[in-house]
């Protein structure tokens, strides 16, 4: 797969929390740590997310916000 976003993380889905409209899944990656990542219910569905699927994580430098304590 090639992509024009250059933040590519490889890993493996840990869990697919779905509600209503949206799925939250958590990604695990190199040295334990984990993503966590809000998408649509019909994108979990359509990408057949599932514990344990290796799934490529796409960070988009525009779509991230941080935060620090005060």
Known sequence: MK?????????????????????????????GHTLTSSI???SADDLG?????DVTVLVKSTDVALGVEG
Request: without cysteine; hydrophobic residues 40%.
């Open 3 to 31: 992509m024009s976003i250059r933040n590519q993380i490889t890993g493996k889905v840990v869990s697919v929390t779905k509600g209503e409209a949206m799925a939250t899944v958590k990604v695990e990656i190199v040295g």
């Open 40 to 42: 649509t219910r019909e």
């Open 49 to 53: 997310l599932e514990p344990g699927k």
